[in-house]
């Protein structure tokens, strides 16, 4: 069974589930998908939880609780959020393979480090086979690569990072992971019973 793992470099719950998800390899075929988280929130109108006041200062102490508690090192970038097409655009440009994904949120997350640009990448392009990071991220072929990830995801109904696709079912965030287990386990689970009932239950059109 194939999967795709919908991913943005600026999303620190990405950088957490990233070793579960490698895990899961040994079950399925998980394919990773870089995409602009930017334009899936612009997509659906919503905000990122670091662009609300209190929700941000509580996902950030969240984020940090939540790595010590699963044995994770993590270290914000200097700055949160960041621009992080570069970093999008330099890990397709290695191929989008799980060694350069690695490297370059370990550069941001681990590390600490910025991702901004060509020169704040350049270590990890070196690390990944790219000496001209610049002309790299600059690539038309690479922006189109990941302008066509985005869309395939937006079509698919991902709202958020991290997304695993699977089965025409979709698990949002770090924190669903077990779901994902239980689903592989059984996957009518989430399909019968009070779930099939909650599915179908009338909600509210906000007018704007």
């Not at 509580?58 to 790595?67: D, E, G, L, N, S």
């Not at 019968?192 to 239950?201: D, H, K, M, P, S």
Request: glycine share 10%; with cysteine; charged share 25%.
């Amino acid at each position: 069974m194939q999967a795709q793992w919908y991913f943005d470099f600026i999303s620190p719950f990405a950088y957490l589930q990233l070793p579960q998800i490698r895990a899961l390899g040994e079950r399925i075929d998980v394919v990773p998908k870089p995409i602009v988280f930017g334009a899936v929130l612009k997509h659906h109108g919503q905000l990122g939880p670091a662009e609300i006041p209190g929700k941000r200062e509580f996902t950030y102490r969240f984020v940090q609780w939540r790595a010590g508690r699963i044995g994770t090192t993590l270290r914000f970038p200097p700055a949160h959020p960041f621009n992080p097409l570069a970093a999008l655009r330099l890990c397709v440009a290695a191929g989008a393979d799980w060694r350069a994904i690695e490297a370059i949120f370990d550069h941001l997350w681990r590390d600490g480090r910025s991702g901004e640009n060509a020169a704040e990448l350049a270590e990890v392009g070196r690390h990944l086979g790219i000496d001209d990071v610049g002309a790299a991220i600059a690539d038309e072929a690479v922006k189109a690569t990941l302008r066509a990830n985005t869309e395939t995801a937006l079509a698919r109904g991902v709202f958020g990072v991290p997304t695993l696709d699977i089965g025409g079912e979709r698990f949002w965030g770090e924190d669903a992971t077990p779901m994902i287990a239980d689903w592989l386990a059984d996957p009518t689970r989430f399909s019968t019973g009070e779930y099939a009932r909650i599915a179908a239950l009338p909600g509210v059109q906000r007018v704007r």
